[in-house]
């Protein structure tokens, strides 16, 4: 086992997650301490910036450069914030852009950076082997999803509800499966924002005043997204368009109507087996409309990931140290019934420039397995 740092800022802009956790990247060991550093308004707000314009940004944009910069510092900021003695950073990025169908997903962060700040190796660049496999570059959380859950009654389904909503569906048999689902908070987010200046719904309170407006729901389920056949994979901003057709309601019919549009979005996946149980981790988990929407569109028990001890706010984060452990070890990070892919593919690049020499001595074992 080595002890390795996941870090973790999602498309929802909130923060910087930081967690430990022991790991051979096969098993999970002994989880350590969590922290989140929240984004800087400021901060927020020009990366925001930078994902509504990433489609057309160079890749030295100075503002581009400025903000990665600053969201990389963040990240130092976590690691010295969590102050735990580390082997081994995986460090995910800030996703900009996710268009698998042109093989291509754009996380900024300097990993030499990083690296440097820490002197601690760390692992990035997690989804480009995938794509370039052929696979859709996410989710990749399944994994992970199947090693914690090695103690489980299956079959179960893992929920994460984040900016967009993702599913890992374990068999009884072992099988691994895997897409993104929908919107998850990405537009409830947006809409909160735009209407109350929080940039959450807050114990889903707007929604809850509001009333769904069907036909805006039955245009939204009408995405083509919804016709293509998993795995299959999503960008913050895949389904903006919704913005428009909520314009006219009111900003509790319009949260409500997001909510439905979350919960909608998980009842009409096609399943190829029935989970007897659904845990769900994400921001999404702390909405009562949510999680009350899904457990009567389910019909089945549907709850929080701490109900079996995991950590629902440090669970990517986790996961991403994890993945690092694997890449270091050159095990597969995406399989074909999670990304798409042929056969299964690892990942990641490792940087240790700058990083005192007796910090790569416990990769060396690592890699030994």
Do not use: Y
Request: charged fraction near 20%; aromatic fraction near 4%.
């Amino acid at each position: 086992m080595v002890r390795v740092i996941g870090l973790m800022s999602g498309t929802s802009l909130d923060g910087v997650d930081a967690a430990a956790i022991e790991t051979d990247g096969i098993m999970v060991g002994a989880a350590g301490p969590t922290t989140t550093v929240p984004f800087p308004p400021e901060l927020r707000a020009r990366t925001r910036a930078i994902l509504d314009r990433a489609a057309s940004l160079r890749a030295d944009d100075p503002e581009l450069l400025a903000v990665e910069h600053d969201l990389t510092r963040l990240h130092v900021a976590a690691v010295r914030a969590l102050d735990w003695p580390a082997d081994l950073i995986g460090f995910h990025g800030q996703t900009i852009l996710h268009r698998p169908e042109e093989h291509r997903s754009w996380q900024i962060g300097d990993a030499g950076l990083l690296a440097a700040e820490t002197g601690v190796p760390v692992v990035h660049d997690f989804r480009s082997a995938d794509l370039a496999a052929g696979g859709e570059g996410a989710p990749l959380v399944p994994v992970f999803h199947q090693a914690l859950a090695l103690g489980l009654e299956h079959p179960l389904a893992v929920l994460n509800i984040g900016g967009v909503a993702n599913v890992s569906l374990l068999g009884a048999s072992g099988e691994l499966l895997a897409c993104d689902v929908g919107p998850g908070n990405a537009l409830l987010d947006d809409w909160a924002m735009r209407h109350t200046g929080v940039p959450c719904d807050r114990d889903g309170a707007l929604a809850r005043a509001g009333r769904v407006d069907g036909a805006v729901l039955g245009d939204l389920m009408g995405d083509p997204f919804f016709r293509r056949p998993a795995p299959k994979s999503l960008d913050r901003l895949s389904f903006h368009r919704a913005m428009d057709l909520l314009a006219p309601l009111s900003p509790a019919d319009g949260a409500a109507t997001l909510a439905a549009f979350t919960v909608r979005a998980v009842a009409e996946l096609p399943l190829p087996f029935a989970p007897r149980r659904w845990l769900v981790c994400g921001g999404g988990r702390h909405n009562p409309v949510l999680m009350e929407g899904l457990r009567q569109a389910l019909g089945v028990a549907v709850e929080p990931v701490e109900a079996v001890g995991w950590n629902g706010d440090a669970l990517e984060a986790q996961c991403f140290g994890f993945l690092a452990a694997r890449a270091v070890r050159g095990l597969p990070l995406s399989f074909p019934g999670t990304t798409g892919v042929e056969r299964p593919v690892s990942g990641g690049r490792l940087e240790e420039r700058g990083v005192p020499a007796a910090a790569t001595r416990m990769l060396n074992l690592l890699r030994q397995g």
